[in-house]
């Protein structure tokens, strides 16, 4: 079954301490991203990678790194925490191609990451 | 650079009844827009697409927008609302490359018995 995959679902931890939340994608998507989604706000990007090796920055990438050591695995790091991250995390992908085509903006969400910084 | 504004973020409407959930964008690109329906704890799950091959794109679920580039708008409607059609509605247009997707705030659908 095609699908994106998060873990952990739900997490709390407290400031300052490191975590990672991990995304893995099974349909050989080059194309993967980060959202955190927010009430009243919808969902805003984070960071994204074009492919393995190559990231960078979204719309609020504060705070936040990524990696893209595979094609499959997108992994969301939190150096320090703080209570202002508190969200709901969304990791995606898309296929390749042009990057002009349709089929490369429609994104393929995983089932989300509720993180709560006390 | 490109937006999304969704216009009412609950909508109430009873069973049977018209759903109509607005969405205007700009682009400076012709765009690509998407509907995507979050059920309670659950990720986000594509509705319909449009990809400029027809102006009236059919989704999933019975649903279906009208793209209107006069009106840089592009509403999602179902002509009978359904118990299980209760779930927040997000519109998206895609940004420079195709890839990035901006996301409007949501609109939270309420369906009355």
């Known amino acids: 079954e095609a699908q994106v995959t998060q873990n952990p679902r739900y997490l709390i931890t407290v400031t300052g301490k490191k975590l990672t939340v991990t995304c893995s994608q099974n349909?050989?998507?080059?194309?993967m991203s980060w959202y955190r989604q927010d009430p009243g706000l919808g969902l805003r990007q984070i960071y994204y990678?074009?492919?393995?090796?190559?990231?960078d920055k979204g719309d609020v990438p504060e705070g936040y790194k990524v990696s893209r050591k595979e094609k499959r695995n997108f992994p969301l790091i939190l150096e320090s925490p703080s209570p202002n991250q508190t969200s709901l995390y969304f990791c995606a992908s898309s296929s390749g191609g042009s990057g002009t085509s349709v089929r490369s903006a429609e994104q393929y969400f995983g089932p989300g990451t509720r993180l709560t910084v006390t | 650079a490109q937006s999304v504004t969704q216009l009412g973020s609950h909508v109430s409407v009873s069973e049977g009844a018209l759903v109509l959930l607005r969405c205007n964008y700009s682009?400076?690109?012709?765009?690509?827009l998407f509907w995507y329906v979050q059920y309670p704890n659950q990720g986000l799950q594509l509705l319909l697409k449009?990809?400029?091959?027809?102006?009236l794109v059919k989704g999933i679920n019975g649903f279906e927008a009208e793209f209107k580039k006069s009106e840089t708008s592009f509403h999602l409607t179902k002509p009978s609302a359904h118990m299980s059609d209760a779930a927040e509605y997000f519109c998206a247009v895609s940004g420079p490359g195709r890839r990035a997707l901006t996301f409007g705030s949501g609109t939270r659908l309420q369906v009355q018995p």
């Open positions: 990678s074009m492919n393995v090796e190559v990231t």
């Open positions: 682009s400076s690109v012709p765009p690509y």
């Open positions: 349909m050989n998507h080059e194309y």
């Open positions: 449009y990809t400029s091959a027809a102006t």
